[in-house]
């Protein structure tokens, strides 16, 4: 691709995404995108094939942003533990700093979208290969690092999902812990830390 294509693709993704974080998925089509990027609906369906293609390009945008967040991150030190229990409080700001965003990546909010099954594959490698690293680092002698990095995630996954579908709902007063951020803060870190524990995750 050259250059100056690339730097239009780039035009459009950066308006898809800014249609995905001020609209919600009902503003991702061909025309908000078009509109938010101060083109025409044709130019979109040229350089995407269409909704599907668009679509597919913004799921790859948004694992590019997590993938960027975990290549940011400080360093490896001596405390590998406390290395990983930093990624996973990141990827839970990450998750909250845009509910809609992690719900295109994770879940299926837009009717009849389902990515491109090489290109999910591709993303999900491409990022999670960072992941998996941090956990190889403290795995005890002979564990499957993969296997313990799947089931760390479905635990950070799970625990900062429910805190969103909670935070986009009224409080209920009964619930397991308090609607503050301080409290679903607090639950995240301790199931994550108990999670890592019950894997024998520890530092050599």
Do not use: K
Request: glycine letters at 10%; a neutral charge.
């Amino acid at each position: 691709m050259r250059p100056a294509d690339q730097g239009g693709r780039e035009r459009y993704l950066d308006a898809a995404l800014s249609v995905l974080l001020d609209r919600g998925v009902p503003g991702l089509t061909v025309r908000g995108v078009a509109e938010a990027a101060g083109a025409s609906t044709l130019s979109v369906y040229a350089r995407f094939g269409g909704r599907a293609g668009l679509l597919d390009a913004l799921y790859e945008r948004t694992f590019d942003s997590l993938r960027e967040l975990l290549e940011g991150l400080p360093p490896s030190s001596r405390d590998g533990v406390a290395d990983l229990l930093h990624l996973a409080l990141e990827y839970r700001h990450f998750a909250r700093e845009s509910p809609t965003r992690y719900a295109l990546m994770f879940e299926r909010p837009v009717p009849g979208f389902d990515p491109d099954p090489g290109l999910r594959s591709a993303v999900l490698r491409t990022t999670f290969t960072l992941f998996i690293a941090r956990v190889q680092r403290v795995c005890p002698p002979g564990a499957d690092a993969r296997s313990a990095a799947y089931r760390l995630w479905t635990a950070m996954h799970g625990l900062v999902g429910a805190e969103l579908m909670m935070a986009s709902r009224r409080p209920l007063p009964d619930w397991f812990i308090p609607p503050t951020e301080e409290a679903n803060e607090q639950m995240y870190r301790d199931g994550v830390t108990a999670m890592m524990a019950g894997l024998g995750l520890r530092n050599p």
